[in-house]
């Protein structure tokens, strides 16, 4: 009979522990301005938003999808927050959301991929 309500215990106790584990890995959409056609292979732009992007503490991977004007975020909660991956966005000198470009950031842009 201890046996089994021992058993019965840690099968709840461990049911209780999994359900409050915190989802680590996210996906976010952010939306931005993309002004030129071709920021992904832009020399200075795309190579810079490369380097910057996978920069960010805890950002595993990104997609740029020009046309929607999207970047889709995979990212690990532990390490790094939506806030924080939309600053670094804007400081790069492109929109996240609701946070506009930082005007240093546009300012480091081609001309091409500036907002007019």
Do not use: P, R, W
Not at 54 to 73: C, F, Q, R, S, W
Request: proline letters at 0%; glycine letters at 6%; a positive charge.
């Amino acid at each position: 009979m201890k046996n089994s309500l021992l058993l019965i215990f840690f099968s709840l106790f461990t049911i209780v522990l999994s359900a409050q584990e915190v989802k680590k890995n996210q996906k976010a959409i952010i939306k931005t301005n993309i002004v030129c056609d071709h920021c992904q292979e832009c020399e200075t732009c795309g190579g810079n938003f490369k380097s910057n992007m996978l920069k960010i503490k805890g950002v595993k991977m990104y997609e740029l999808d020009e046309k929607n004007m999207t970047i889709t975020v995979f990212y690990n909660t532990q390490k790094t927050n939506l806030d924080t991956i939309k600053g670094a966005i804007s400081k790069m000198g492109y929109d996240a959301d609701d946070i506009k470009a930082d005007a240093s950031g546009v300012s480091q842009l081609d001309d091409c991929c500036k907002k007019v």
